[in-house]
């Protein structure tokens, strides 16, 4: 994939994506199989996309073997990076402080991170 253009992961591409960034790589069985704890999904379904997301340059695949094993092209950091950026544009107007209000204030953050959070601001302050 040409790092001049990102390509957008669909829901269902970035549930497969989150997968491989855990395991580092894995075969469409082993895909399909931790899929399949959480939703209701066809195996060609699986293989289907896996293999669109190859073709769109997201996951390399090694064909040297039969079972076909693919991993993560795309960096889990990345992704996150680009689609917060598009989240704070297209829906808190630009506002990072609007986005932590609305996480924050709609879910339980633990002690740990909280603290983490604080020391992150701690260091925005200090630059």
Same mark, same amino acid.
């Given at each position: 994939m040409?790092?001049s253009?990102?390509i957008?992961p669909?829901e269902? /591409?970035?549930?497969?994506?989150?997968?491989?960034? /855990?395991?580092?790589?894995a075969?469409?069985?082993?895909?399909h199989e931790e *899929?399949?704890?959480?939703?209701?999904?066809?195996?060609?379904?699986?293989?289907?996309?896996?293999?669109?997301m190859?073709?769109?340059g997201?996951?390399?695949?090694d064909?040297?073997?039969?079972?076909h094993v693919?991993?993560?092209?795309?960096s889990?950091?990345?992704?996150q990076k680009h689609?917060l950026?598009k989240?704070?544009? %297209?829906?808190?107007?630009?506002?990072?402080? /609007?986005l932590v209000?609305?996480?924050l204030?709609?879910?339980?953050a633990?002690?740990?991170?909280?603290?983490e959070?604080?020391q *992150?601001? %701690? %260091? *925005?302050?200090k630059q």
């Amino acid at each position: 994939m040409g790092t001049s253009k990102y390509i957008k992961p669909t829901e269902s /591409e970035l549930e497969i994506l989150r997968i491989l960034w /855990e395991r580092n790589k894995a075969s469409v069985r082993d895909v399909h199989e931790e *899929l399949s704890k959480t939703k209701e999904a066809g195996y060609t379904t699986t293989l289907k996309l896996m293999q669109i997301m190859f073709e769109k340059g997201m996951v390399g695949r090694d064909d040297s073997v039969k079972i076909h094993v693919y991993h993560p092209v795309v960096s889990r950091e990345k992704t996150q990076k680009h689609l917060l950026g598009k989240m704070i544009t %297209n829906l808190f107007g630009g506002s990072p402080t /609007e986005l932590v209000i609305h996480a924050l204030g709609n879910h339980k953050a633990s002690p740990e991170e909280l603290e983490e959070i604080q020391q *992150l601001l %701690n %260091n *925005l302050k200090k630059q």
